[in-house]
């Protein structure tokens, strides 16, 4: 069965210290890991895709990679706006149009 | 400005009652989805649509119905055979160009029954 288990749940970091979040999945066959952000009482909003092992991606602060078995999103110098849950998401092989979510990483930087 | 409009963004219920959460899009989308998100869990997908007239089940699809009459809009109706309907419902879509991974969200709708 395909899934997907983030990690920690929950992260408290002070404003600068770098850290990052694990995302392992198991699929038959990647096409595709997806992370998201999302704010309280709002709807996700996409960050990055990723294709195959070695991949990288970056964005402000944020560098997602992805090995043949996780997929970690670094966060460097974390300011308290980069607050958020960050989700993960795969897409399998065999599925043209569905993906499956993890549960989450809860983010949180302390000024 | 392009994006999903989901209404009304918060809603309460009496068991017993259906209710019918609003989805309209106006990125010229092929494809819609609407997912439920529960406290501690991952996003699940109850239904989506890829072309008007068309609709399939997701992985959660028993006590909701969905239709899509029109490109734009993809109404979600919570029945009341939905047992746990309480939860968050978001709306999403994706352009052809990306699938289903790279997806559009709403603001979200968040029902509570009584």
């Known amino acids: 069965e395909d899934q997907v288990t983030q990690s920690p749940e929950a992260l408290r970091l002070q404003e600068g210290e770098s850290s990052s979040l694990n995302c392992s999945y198991t699929?038959?066959?990647?096409?595709?890991l997806f992370w998201y952000r999302q704010d309280p009482g709002k709807g996700p909003e996409f960050l990055f895709t990723l294709y195959s092992a070695g991949e990288e991606k970056e964005k402000e602060r944020l560098k997602a990679t992805l090995t043949k078995k996780e997929s970690f999103l670094h966060i460097t110098a974390p300011k308290p706006e980069d607050s958020a849950t960050y989700l993960c998401?795969?897409?399998?092989?065999?599925?043209?149009?569905?993906?499956?979510f993890g549960s989450g990483t809860r983010l949180s930087i302390r000024p | 400005d392009g994006g999903i409009t989901q209404s009304p963004k918060y809603l309460f219920r009496k068991e017993g009652q259906n209710v019918t959460l609003s989805c309209e899009q106006n990125?010229?989308?092929?494809?819609m989805y609407w997912y439920r998100q529960d406290p501690g869990q991952g996003l699940r997908l109850i239904y989506y649509s890829q072309i008007v007239n068309d609709f399939q089940k997701g992985d959660i699809a028993e006590g909701y119905s969905v239709s899509r009459e029109k490109k734009e809009s993809f109404p979600l109706t919570v029945t009341s055979a939905q047992k746990n309907p309480t939860a968050f419902y978001l709306c999403a879509s994706s352009s052809p160009g990306t699938g289903p991974g790279e997806l559009f969200f709403g603001e979200g709708s968040r029902l509570t029954v009584l």
């Open positions: 990125l010229n989308h092929d494809a």
């Open positions: 699929v038959s066959g990647l096409r595709g």
């Open positions: 998401a795969v897409q399998a092989r065999s599925s043209a149009s569905k993906i499956i």
